[in-house]
Protein backbone atom coordinates (compact mmCIF):
# COMPACT_ATOMS: atom_id res chain seq x y z
CA UNK A 1 0.00 0.00 0.00
CA UNK A 2 1.35 3.81 -0.89
CA UNK A 3 0.03 6.59 0.66
CA UNK A 4 0.37 9.64 -1.50
CA UNK A 5 -0.18 12.95 0.29
CA UNK A 6 0.42 16.26 -0.51
CA UNK A 7 4.17 17.47 -0.86
CA UNK A 8 2.85 20.86 1.14
CA UNK A 9 1.16 18.74 3.89
CA UNK A 10 2.07 20.37 7.50
CA UNK A 11 4.03 18.57 10.31
CA UNK A 12 0.87 18.09 12.29
CA UNK A 13 -1.09 16.51 9.39
CA UNK A 14 2.48 14.09 8.75
CA UNK A 15 2.26 13.44 12.40
CA UNK A 16 -1.84 12.35 11.91
CA UNK A 17 -1.25 10.01 8.76
CA UNK A 18 1.48 8.20 10.73
CA UNK A 19 -0.59 8.08 13.55
CA UNK A 20 -4.15 6.44 11.80
CA UNK A 21 -1.24 4.12 9.80
CA UNK A 22 -0.09 2.48 13.43
CA UNK A 23 -3.93 2.43 14.64
CA UNK A 24 -4.45 0.55 11.28
CA UNK A 25 -1.93 -2.20 12.32
CA UNK A 26 1.03 -1.75 9.80
CA UNK A 27 4.55 -1.20 11.40
CA UNK A 28 3.68 3.02 11.21
CA UNK A 29 6.34 3.40 9.12
CA UNK A 30 6.27 6.29 7.22
CA UNK A 31 8.78 6.01 4.22
CA UNK A 32 8.97 9.61 2.71
CA UNK A 33 10.08 9.17 -1.11
CA UNK A 34 11.17 12.46 -2.93
CA UNK A 35 8.88 11.80 -5.85
CA UNK A 36 8.05 13.91 -8.98
CA UNK A 37 5.71 16.16 -9.51
CA UNK A 38 4.80 17.73 -6.20
CA UNK A 39 3.04 14.68 -4.54
CA UNK A 40 5.06 12.84 -2.19
CA UNK A 41 5.02 9.09 -1.88
CA UNK A 42 4.79 7.30 1.39
CA UNK A 43 4.93 3.79 1.28
CA UNK A 44 4.26 1.02 3.58
CA UNK A 45 4.56 -2.62 2.51
CA UNK A 46 1.20 -3.56 5.03
CA UNK A 47 -2.36 -4.31 3.58
CA UNK A 48 -4.62 -2.71 6.11
CA UNK A 49 -8.66 -3.66 6.23
CA UNK A 50 -11.24 -1.19 4.39
CA UNK A 51 -12.84 0.84 7.35
CA UNK A 52 -9.18 1.99 8.09
CA UNK A 53 -8.46 2.68 4.57
CA UNK A 54 -11.02 5.00 4.15
CA UNK A 55 -10.20 6.93 7.45
CA UNK A 56 -7.13 7.21 6.12
CA UNK A 57 -7.82 8.41 2.25
CA UNK A 58 -10.19 11.03 4.10
CA UNK A 59 -7.30 12.50 6.02
CA UNK A 60 -6.42 15.81 5.51
CA UNK A 61 -3.04 16.22 3.62
CA UNK A 62 -3.82 12.59 1.60
CA UNK A 63 -4.10 12.50 -1.63
CA UNK A 64 -4.97 9.03 -2.25
CA UNK A 65 -4.19 5.47 -1.05
CA UNK A 66 -3.40 3.04 -3.79
CA UNK A 67 -2.76 -0.65 -3.75
CA UNK A 68 0.49 -1.67 -5.07
CA UNK A 69 0.33 -5.27 -5.18
CA UNK A 70 4.65 -5.62 -4.90
CA UNK A 71 7.02 -4.60 -2.77
CA UNK A 72 8.51 -2.08 -4.96
CA UNK A 73 5.74 0.31 -5.83
CA UNK A 74 8.18 3.11 -7.01
CA UNK A 75 9.62 0.43 -9.61
CA UNK A 76 6.17 -0.71 -10.44
CA UNK A 77 3.86 0.45 -13.35
CA UNK A 78 1.09 0.75 -10.65
CA UNK A 79 1.86 4.47 -9.86
CA UNK A 80 3.52 5.33 -13.12
CA UNK A 81 2.22 3.64 -15.96
CA UNK A 82 4.59 5.78 -18.37
CA UNK A 83 7.75 4.53 -19.12
CA UNK A 84 10.56 6.16 -17.69
CA UNK A 85 13.32 7.70 -20.02
CA UNK A 86 16.83 7.96 -19.00
CA UNK A 87 18.21 11.60 -20.20
CA UNK A 88 22.51 11.33 -20.52
CA UNK A 89 23.75 14.51 -22.66
CA UNK A 90 22.12 13.89 -25.97
CA UNK A 91 21.23 10.34 -25.54
CA UNK A 92 17.30 9.06 -24.66
CA UNK A 93 18.08 5.45 -22.93
CA UNK A 94 14.18 4.06 -23.51
CA UNK A 95 11.65 3.87 -25.64
CA UNK A 96 13.89 5.12 -28.66
CA UNK A 97 16.20 4.05 -31.14
CA UNK A 98 18.48 0.87 -28.72
CA UNK A 99 21.15 2.67 -27.18
CA UNK A 100 24.47 1.07 -27.69
CA UNK A 101 27.32 1.19 -25.06
CA UNK A 102 31.03 0.14 -25.53
CA UNK A 103 34.45 0.58 -24.48
CA UNK A 104 37.17 -1.77 -22.88
CA UNK A 105 36.57 -3.98 -19.32
CA UNK A 106 39.16 -1.50 -17.59
CA UNK A 107 41.07 1.52 -18.58
CA UNK A 108 44.22 0.76 -18.80
CA UNK A 109 46.22 3.43 -19.81
CA UNK A 110 45.66 6.67 -21.94
CA UNK A 111 46.69 5.91 -25.47
CA UNK A 112 44.51 2.80 -25.39
CA UNK A 113 41.06 4.33 -23.86
CA UNK A 114 41.03 7.38 -26.36
CA UNK A 115 41.89 4.49 -29.12
CA UNK A 116 38.79 3.20 -27.53
CA UNK A 117 36.64 5.95 -27.76
CA UNK A 118 37.59 6.78 -31.35
CA UNK A 119 36.51 3.11 -32.19
CA UNK A 120 33.39 3.56 -30.03
CA UNK A 121 32.24 6.67 -31.64
CA UNK A 122 33.36 5.96 -34.80
CA UNK A 123 31.53 2.31 -35.06
CA UNK A 124 27.96 4.27 -33.79
CA UNK A 125 28.46 3.73 -29.63
CA UNK A 126 26.37 6.59 -28.00
CA UNK A 127 28.14 6.00 -24.76
CA UNK A 128 31.56 4.92 -23.79
CA UNK A 129 32.18 2.53 -20.98
CA UNK A 130 35.34 1.73 -19.18
CA UNK A 131 36.34 0.26 -15.49
CA UNK A 132 38.24 2.47 -13.37
CA UNK A 133 37.39 0.54 -10.02
CA UNK A 134 37.28 -3.38 -10.98
CA UNK A 135 35.43 -5.39 -8.63
CA UNK A 136 37.84 -8.33 -8.99
CA UNK A 137 37.36 -11.93 -7.37
CA UNK A 138 41.20 -12.26 -6.77
CA UNK A 139 42.82 -9.57 -5.19
CA UNK A 140 46.02 -10.38 -7.10
CA UNK A 141 44.37 -9.16 -10.27
CA UNK A 142 44.21 -6.22 -11.76
CA UNK A 143 41.89 -3.44 -9.66
CA UNK A 144 41.68 -0.65 -12.04
CA UNK A 145 43.43 2.83 -12.42
CA UNK A 146 40.92 3.99 -9.72
CA UNK A 147 40.57 8.15 -9.76
CA UNK A 148 43.06 8.69 -13.01
CA UNK A 149 40.86 6.39 -14.76
CA UNK A 150 37.83 7.20 -14.31
CA UNK A 151 39.73 11.15 -15.32
CA UNK A 152 41.12 9.56 -18.30
CA UNK A 153 37.73 7.91 -19.04
CA UNK A 154 35.80 11.16 -18.83
CA UNK A 155 38.28 12.97 -20.96
CA UNK A 156 38.46 10.21 -23.54
CA UNK A 157 34.90 10.60 -23.75
CA UNK A 158 34.84 14.62 -24.28
CA UNK A 159 37.02 13.73 -26.93
CA UNK A 160 34.83 12.06 -29.30
CA UNK A 161 31.38 13.73 -27.66
CA UNK A 162 30.57 10.51 -25.96
CA UNK A 163 28.91 10.57 -22.54
CA UNK A 164 30.87 7.98 -20.08
CA UNK A 165 29.72 5.52 -17.83
CA UNK A 166 31.97 3.55 -14.81
CA UNK A 167 31.13 1.70 -11.95
CA UNK A 168 31.54 2.73 -8.27
CA UNK A 169 32.09 0.33 -5.90
CA UNK A 170 32.07 2.04 -2.05
CA UNK A 171 29.44 4.87 -1.00
CA UNK A 172 32.80 7.13 0.22
CA UNK A 173 33.52 7.05 -3.64
CA UNK A 174 30.16 8.37 -5.24
CA UNK A 175 30.32 12.25 -5.01
CA UNK A 176 34.17 12.25 -6.53
CA UNK A 177 33.24 9.68 -9.38
CA UNK A 178 29.75 11.46 -10.25
CA UNK A 179 31.74 14.81 -10.73
CA UNK A 180 33.44 12.81 -13.77
CA UNK A 181 30.92 10.20 -14.85
CA UNK A 182 27.69 10.60 -16.53
CA UNK A 183 26.32 7.79 -15.45
CA UNK A 184 26.99 6.05 -12.26
CA UNK A 185 27.32 1.48 -12.60
CA UNK A 186 26.33 -0.36 -10.00
CA UNK A 187 28.07 -4.15 -10.46
CA UNK A 188 26.70 -7.18 -10.67
CA UNK A 189 28.13 -7.89 -7.15
CA UNK A 190 27.18 -4.62 -5.23
CA UNK A 191 23.60 -4.92 -6.52
CA UNK A 192 22.35 -5.70 -2.75
CA UNK A 193 25.05 -2.99 -1.73
CA UNK A 194 22.39 -1.11 0.47
CA UNK A 195 24.67 1.62 1.75
CA UNK A 196 25.78 2.36 -2.11
CA UNK A 197 22.43 2.13 -3.73
CA UNK A 198 21.18 4.85 -1.50
CA UNK A 199 24.57 6.82 -2.51
CA UNK A 200 23.88 6.50 -5.71
CA UNK A 201 20.56 7.81 -5.32
CA UNK A 202 21.52 10.92 -4.12
CA UNK A 203 24.04 11.79 -6.22
CA UNK A 204 22.50 13.39 -8.93
CA UNK A 205 23.44 11.02 -12.13
CA UNK A 206 21.50 7.94 -13.51
CA UNK A 207 22.59 5.02 -12.53
CA UNK A 208 23.11 1.88 -14.35
CA UNK A 209 22.51 -1.09 -12.00
CA UNK A 210 23.15 -4.58 -13.06
CA UNK A 211 21.36 -7.58 -11.88
CA UNK A 212 23.58 -9.72 -9.02
CA UNK A 213 24.54 -13.49 -10.50
CA UNK A 214 22.20 -14.70 -8.42
CA UNK A 215 19.35 -12.46 -8.16
CA UNK A 216 15.82 -12.60 -8.41
CA UNK A 217 13.81 -10.45 -10.85
CA UNK A 218 12.16 -8.92 -7.44
CA UNK A 219 15.18 -8.62 -5.56
CA UNK A 220 17.01 -6.80 -8.32
CA UNK A 221 13.95 -4.35 -8.42
CA UNK A 222 13.77 -3.72 -4.66
CA UNK A 223 17.24 -2.55 -5.27
CA UNK A 224 16.58 -0.16 -7.67
CA UNK A 225 13.87 0.87 -5.16
CA UNK A 226 16.30 1.56 -2.76
CA UNK A 227 18.08 4.28 -5.34
CA UNK A 228 14.05 5.64 -6.23
CA UNK A 229 13.37 6.13 -2.98
CA UNK A 230 16.21 8.46 -3.06
CA UNK A 231 15.15 10.46 -5.07
CA UNK A 232 16.58 9.40 -7.97
CA UNK A 233 14.32 8.78 -10.64
CA UNK A 234 16.43 7.81 -13.31
CA UNK A 235 17.72 3.66 -13.03
CA UNK A 236 18.74 1.87 -16.29
CA UNK A 237 18.47 -1.86 -15.19
CA UNK A 238 21.17 -4.44 -16.87
CA UNK A 239 20.81 -7.80 -17.16
CA UNK A 240 24.38 -9.17 -17.69
CA UNK A 241 23.14 -13.09 -17.16
CA UNK A 242 23.19 -15.02 -14.03
CA UNK A 243 25.50 -18.03 -12.50
CA UNK A 244 24.60 -21.36 -14.27
CA UNK A 245 25.82 -25.09 -14.23
CA UNK A 246 27.17 -25.13 -17.75
CA UNK A 247 31.28 -23.75 -17.66
CA UNK A 248 30.71 -23.41 -21.79
CA UNK A 249 29.32 -20.23 -21.38
CA UNK A 250 30.37 -17.44 -18.30
CA UNK A 251 26.80 -17.06 -17.42
CA UNK A 252 23.17 -17.46 -18.31
CA UNK A 253 21.35 -14.52 -20.72
CA UNK A 254 18.29 -14.50 -19.47
CA UNK A 255 16.63 -12.83 -22.22
CA UNK A 256 12.94 -13.29 -20.60
CA UNK A 257 13.45 -10.97 -17.98
CA UNK A 258 13.58 -8.37 -20.51
CA UNK A 259 9.90 -8.72 -22.02
CA UNK A 260 9.17 -9.58 -18.31
CA UNK A 261 10.41 -6.26 -16.83
CA UNK A 262 8.62 -4.24 -19.29
CA UNK A 263 5.52 -5.67 -17.72
CA UNK A 264 6.74 -5.15 -14.31
CA UNK A 265 8.50 -1.55 -14.28
CA UNK A 266 8.58 1.69 -16.22
CA UNK A 267 12.33 1.57 -16.18
CA UNK A 268 14.60 1.13 -19.32
CA UNK A 269 16.37 -2.16 -19.36
CA UNK A 270 18.98 -2.86 -21.30
CA UNK A 271 21.56 -6.26 -22.05
CA UNK A 272 25.03 -7.00 -21.63
CA UNK A 273 26.03 -10.20 -23.34
CA UNK A 274 29.84 -9.44 -22.89
CA UNK A 275 29.82 -10.62 -19.07
CA UNK A 276 26.86 -13.05 -20.03
CA UNK A 277 28.65 -14.99 -22.25
CA UNK A 278 32.53 -14.69 -21.47
CA UNK A 279 32.93 -15.59 -25.14
CA UNK A 280 33.25 -12.69 -28.07
CA UNK A 281 32.16 -14.66 -30.79
CA UNK A 282 28.52 -15.38 -29.06
CA UNK A 283 28.17 -11.15 -28.22
CA UNK A 284 26.87 -9.82 -31.41
CA UNK A 285 24.08 -12.52 -31.56
CA UNK A 286 22.84 -12.05 -28.21
CA UNK A 287 22.99 -8.78 -28.59
CA UNK A 288 21.20 -8.10 -31.50
CA UNK A 289 18.58 -11.04 -30.12
CA UNK A 290 18.47 -8.44 -26.88
CA UNK A 291 17.41 -5.76 -28.99
CA UNK A 292 14.61 -8.24 -30.73
CA UNK A 293 13.20 -8.95 -27.07
CA UNK A 294 12.74 -5.45 -26.54
CA UNK A 295 15.83 -4.47 -25.10
CA UNK A 296 16.09 -0.25 -24.52
CA UNK A 297 20.21 -0.94 -25.51
CA UNK A 298 23.16 -3.20 -24.85
CA UNK A 299 26.55 -2.57 -22.78
CA UNK A 300 29.40 -4.50 -24.71
CA UNK A 301 33.11 -5.22 -23.48
CA UNK A 302 34.85 -3.63 -26.94
CA UNK A 303 38.29 -1.94 -27.73
CA UNK A 304 40.96 -2.50 -30.57
CA UNK A 305 42.93 -5.26 -30.34
CA UNK A 306 40.57 -6.79 -28.16
CA UNK A 307 43.54 -10.23 -27.20
CA UNK A 308 45.44 -7.23 -25.81
CA UNK A 309 42.70 -6.30 -22.71
CA UNK A 310 44.38 -6.56 -19.56
CA UNK A 311 40.48 -7.71 -18.11
CA UNK A 312 37.73 -10.33 -19.54
CA UNK A 313 40.23 -10.05 -23.11
CA UNK A 314 38.01 -13.29 -24.26
CA UNK A 315 34.58 -11.45 -24.24
CA UNK A 316 36.01 -8.25 -25.72
CA UNK A 317 34.67 -7.81 -29.55
CA UNK A 318 37.32 -5.54 -31.27
CA UNK A 319 35.67 -2.04 -33.88
CA UNK A 320 34.43 -4.67 -36.57
CA UNK A 321 31.82 -6.68 -34.75
CA UNK A 322 30.82 -3.44 -32.65
CA UNK A 323 29.70 -1.88 -36.25
CA UNK A 324 28.17 -5.15 -37.33
CA UNK A 325 26.12 -5.16 -33.92
CA UNK A 326 25.06 -1.58 -34.58
CA UNK A 327 23.97 -2.08 -37.94
CA UNK A 328 22.13 -5.26 -36.77
CA UNK A 329 20.47 -4.10 -33.92
CA UNK A 330 18.86 -1.05 -36.06
CA UNK A 331 17.75 -3.36 -38.31
CA UNK A 332 15.84 -5.64 -36.22
CA UNK A 333 14.58 -2.29 -34.37
CA UNK A 334 13.02 -0.94 -37.46
CA UNK A 335 11.93 -4.13 -38.42
CA UNK A 336 10.15 -4.81 -35.22
CA UNK A 337 8.62 -1.21 -35.63
CA UNK A 338 7.65 -1.85 -38.77
CA UNK A 339 5.30 -5.02 -37.58
CA UNK A 340 2.35 -5.23 -35.94
CA UNK A 341 3.05 -5.58 -31.64
CA UNK A 342 1.62 -7.73 -29.21
CA UNK A 343 -0.20 -6.27 -26.39
C1 LIG B 1 31.48 -4.50 -15.69
O1 LIG B 1 30.51 -4.25 -16.44
O2 LIG B 1 32.53 -3.86 -15.74
C2 LIG B 1 31.36 -5.59 -14.69
C3 LIG B 1 32.30 -5.79 -13.77
O3 LIG B 1 30.25 -6.34 -14.85
P1 LIG B 1 29.41 -7.17 -13.75
O4 LIG B 1 29.26 -6.29 -12.55
O5 LIG B 1 28.14 -7.46 -14.46
O6 LIG B 1 30.22 -8.41 -13.46
MN1 LIG C 1 34.55 -6.96 -17.66
Known amino acids: MVVIIHADASPEERT???RALVAAGTQGALHPVHAAAGDLYVADGAA???RARARLAALPGVVRVV???VPYPLASRTLQPARTVVPVGNVRIGGGEPVIIAGPCAVADETRI???AEAARAAGAHILRGGAY?????PYSFQGLGAEGVELLARAGAAVGLPVVTEVMEPGLVGAVATHADILQVGSRNMQNFPLLRAVGRAGRPVLLKRGFAATIEEWLLAAEYVL???NPHVILCERGIRGFDPQTRNVLD???VPLLARLTHLPVIVDP???????ELVVSLAVAAVAAGADGVMVEMQPEPETAISDAAQTIGPEELRALVSQARAVRAALDGAAVLA
Open 134 to 138: KPRTS
Open 16 to 18: EIA
Open 48 to 50: IGA
Open 229 to 231: AEG
Open 67 to 69: DVP
Open 114 to 116: FAA
Open 274 to 280: SHATGRR
Open 255 to 257: LAC
